[in-house]
């Protein structure tokens, strides 16, 4: 099993920025993959951005682009989510979540383990 707690989210002004982390623990060795997903009041949870568990290859959604970066410091099996140019629209639950398959994937039926979520909340 593993386990993930998300911390760092809050409210912030249209433009501003937040930084979320992803604390994994637990039997993280069998994990290849970490996410990041997001889903707002009566949607369904989108993908945002993606990395390998070795932190060499990254993947983003294309509504952050240019705005989001995700990231792992690998000595602390911690992955970040640092969120620049925020939008209302960006407003939603940020959950994180593992992988253990080989293969990336950019919908939420394909990782194994989630954590709780962190509401981040943009104003206008």
């Known amino acids: 099993q593993v386990q993930l707690v998300e911390s760092g989210g809050g409210l912030v002004q249209a433009g501003g920025s937040l930084r979320l982390s992803c604390a994994a623990s637990?039997?993280?060795?069998?994990?290849?993959?970490m996410g990041w997903f997001h889903q707002a009041p009566g949607k369904d949870r989108e993908f945002v951005a993606t990395?390998?568990?070795?932190?060499?290859?990254?993947y983003y959604a294309d509504s952050v682009k240019g705005r989001f970066t995700i990231s792992r410091v690998n000595a602390r099996n911690t992955v970040y989510l640092q969120m620049n140019s925020l939008r209302p629209e960006d407003t939603a639950v940020y959950y994180c979540?593992?992988?253990?398959?080989?293969?990336?994937?950019?919908?939420?039926?394909?990782?194994?383990?989630w954590g709780q979520g962190t509401q981040v909340t943009v104003s206008s």
């Open positions: 990395i390998t568990w070795s932190g060499t290859s990254t």
């Open positions: 979540a593992a992988r253990e398959s080989f293969a990336r994937s950019l919908t939420p039926n394909g990782y194994d383990f």
């Open positions: 637990g039997r993280t060795s069998n994990i290849r993959h």
